[in-house]
């Protein structure tokens, strides 16, 4: 099953994540790439995770591929001309593994990136 495009697939409740979208639609506008939040019904068919589970930028290439996190970033900028070092970059031993654990550590603390925390101030809990 063949695409005309890439879709990126993002979450559309996290505001750090509508954000880059915007910006991303700006530099990718003549590229092969359309958004998509998670949240749509065929995305989440296609996909098949719970809610609860969908914790990175997922990109479903042309071909069918399913490219997430930093693996993901590294696809999109190999389509951004002022961003493709980081591509090239990648393929250095060791550098997609360092590009991963800063890509989890983004995802994990997106939304309070943006300001989006709930800190339960109320909770009995004491760390």
Same mark, same amino acid.
């Given at each position: 099953? #063949?695409? %005309?495009?890439?879709?990126?697939? $993002?979450?559309?409740?996290? %505001?750090?994540?509508?954000? &880059? @979208?915007?910006?991303?639609? #700006?530099?990718?506008?003549?590229?092969? $790439?359309? $958004?998509?939040?998670? +949240?749509? +019904?065929? @995305?989440? *068919? =296609?996909?098949?995770?719970?809610?609860? %589970?969908?914790? +990175? &930028?997922? @990109?479903?290439?042309?071909?069918?591929? !399913?490219?997430? *996190?930093?693996?993901?970033?590294? $696809?999109?900028? /190999?389509?951004?001309?002022? @961003? =493709?070092?980081?591509?090239?970059? *990648?393929?250095?031993?060791? &550098? &997609?593994?360092?590009? +991963? /654990?800063?890509?989890?550590?983004? *995802?994990?603390?997106?939304?309070?990136?943006?300001?989006?925390? %709930?800190?339960?101030?109320?909770?009995?809990? !004491?760390?």
């Amino acid at each position: 099953m #063949g695409h %005309q495009h890439h879709w990126i697939i $993002f979450d559309s409740h996290c %505001q750090f994540c509508q954000n &880059m @979208v915007r910006r991303l639609r #700006g530099w990718l506008k003549n590229k092969p $790439f359309r $958004f998509v939040p998670y +949240e749509t +019904e065929w @995305v989440k *068919a =296609r996909l098949k995770l719970p809610d609860d %589970q969908f914790n +990175e &930028m997922i @990109v479903l290439t042309q071909d069918d591929q !399913t490219i997430g *996190a930093g693996a993901a970033v590294v $696809f999109i900028a /190999k389509h951004i001309w002022w @961003v =493709r070092p980081l591509y090239w970059i *990648a393929k250095l031993p060791g &550098m &997609m593994n360092a590009i +991963e /654990k800063i890509y989890r550590w983004i *995802a994990r603390n997106r939304y309070c990136i943006s300001g989006q925390c %709930q800190i339960d101030f109320n909770s009995d809990k !004491t760390h």
